[in-house]
């Protein structure tokens, strides 16, 4: 089981450095936490897998504002998320340049988490599948990357996907692309181990509940139970 953190715009170095006083998780899970970039340096110099929340396509150039594969993999970084649907919302982000972020970063040697995942217009619509298809057609096949389901209306919404639309929803991801898929969406750790015990529920990519060192710890045992 693969269980992840996703920060967002949360935590400077101090508060990161606070986090990772507090937190201990069990043997037998894989835990990587996403920190904001500021934070990546703190956070490589613990002892947790430590992954970035996005990384540019380009090696260097003038791109204001984004960081390159080379310069994470400098850091220490061992992975990136790439694809999640607030950088599609609210960047700009589509199929074409989540299809050049992974290659670059599987290039530079990091690993990759990509996320797919419909709107609640889209699933109420019926257009789930075919939103799907076409988001997991743009990600490569690597050993290095893992994709994470991320149904928007679920993401810091309180609302998690029941245990059998995640289950649906991963079997299709699965027979499209072999590789592990992670749920992600309002996990807490009290609904993780339903959503982890579905068969094609290799892992977690948690948002809200991967601040709090407790809750995050309590989710990464529900992944071993
Ligand atoms: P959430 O976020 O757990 O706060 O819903 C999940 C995510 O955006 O990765």
Known sequence: MLIAGNWKMFKGPAETLEFFDRFEAPDGVEVVICPPFVSLEAAVGEEWTI???NVHWASEGAFTGEISAGMLVELGVQGAIVGH??????????DETVN???????EAGLSVIACVGETETEREAGATDAVLRLQVAAIPQHENLVIAYEPVWAIGTGKTATPEIAEEAHALIKSLHPTRVLYGGSVKPDNAAELLAQRNVDGALVGGASLDPESFAAICRAAVA
């Open 51 to 53: 992954y970035a929340q």
């Open 85 to 94: 649907s607030e950088r599609r919302h609210w960047f700009g982000e589509t």
């Open 100 to 106: 050049l972020r992974c290659h670059a970063a599987l």
